[in-house]
């Protein structure tokens, strides 16, 4: 599976900005899909994953009540809709997608991540 993560860019507090990530190249929609994020300095860290079918979702804490993620597998297309945006959601974000159903850094595949930074 090939990620390609879009949409990071400039916001500021307060706003919203609106990540997208295209699967390509595997037919059959039997990984769940997440969101990871890396800040400088610190580690990398889960945002949110939905499961294979869109129907499940998690989110991390830092993130929940203001972070949606979706998927919408005839587009084969996630979605991470990100409002009520902090100066600490300033990172690159990444998308990635497993087999297994997990959400940490031993997900099977990686993109190559997007900018986000937010301003005060």
């Known amino acids: 599976v090939q990620l390609q993560a879009s949409g990071g860019g400039l916001a500021q507090a307060g706003g919203s900005l609106r990540l997208s990530c295209v699967a390509s190249?595997?037919?059959?929609?039997?990984?769940?899909m997440a969101w990871f994020r890396q800040a400088p300095g610190k580690e990398r860290e889960f945002v949110a994953g939905?499961?294979?079918?869109?129907?499940?979702?998690y989110y991390g804490d830092s993130v929940k009540g203001r972070f949606t993620i979706s998927r919408d597998n005839g587009k084969n297309t996630m979605v991470l809709q990100m409002n009520s945006l902090e100066p600490e959601d300033t990172a690159r974000y990444y998308c990635?997608?497993?087999?297994?159903?997990?959400?940490?850094?031993?997900?099977?595949?990686w993109g190559q991540g997007t900018q986000v930074t937010v301003s005060s």
């Open positions: 990635a997608a497993s087999h297994s159903g997990r959400w940490d850094l031993r997900m099977d595949y």
């Open positions: 190249g595997r037919s059959r929609y039997d990984y769940g």
């Open positions: 939905v499961s294979w079918s869109g129907a499940s979702t």
